[in-house]
Nanobody, 115 residues
Framework: QVQLVESGGGLVQAGGSLTLSCAAS????????MGWYRQAPGKQREFVAR???????NYANSVKGRFTIARDNAKNTVDLQMNSLKPEDTAVYYC?????????WGQGTQVTVSS
């Protein structure tokens, strides 16, 4: 059973940057795609970014140009570089991956952006 563990969340001022990291307990070579969702208080979980094994990226319109997703197959990690953060980016961020047609989720990491 593959496990995903997020790290890197925290409190940052608006305009600042954070990098979230998602570490897999096994090789991510066969986990495709991998990406991030987020859930703000009182809202549904929403898509943030996705990266396929072929290197194709997709971003939510709300983060396009500010967030960058990257995977390192050697380190079994998927990172989310977040720049120009806004208060509306405040949420719990969840890493996910698709393996053998099953969705795998991390436990989430809190990101809080103060105005």
């Amino acid at each position: 059973q593959v496990q995903l563990v997020e790290s890197g969340g925290g409190l940052v001022q608006a305009g600042g940057s954070l990098t979230l990291s998602c570490a897999a307990s096994q090789s991510i070579f066969s986990i495709n795609p991998m990406g991030w969702y987020r859930q703000a208080p009182g809202k549904q979980r929403e898509f943030v970014a996705r990266l396929s094994g072929a290197g194709i990226t997709n971003y939510a319109n709300s983060v396009k140009g500010r967030f960058t997703i990257a995977r390192d197959n050697a380190k079994n990690t998927v990172d989310l570089q977040m720049n120009s953060l806004k208060p509306e980016d405040t949420a719990v961020y969840y890493c996910y991956g698709l393996r053998d047609s099953k969705m795998i989720w991390g436990q989430g990491t809190q990101v809080t952006v103060s105005s």
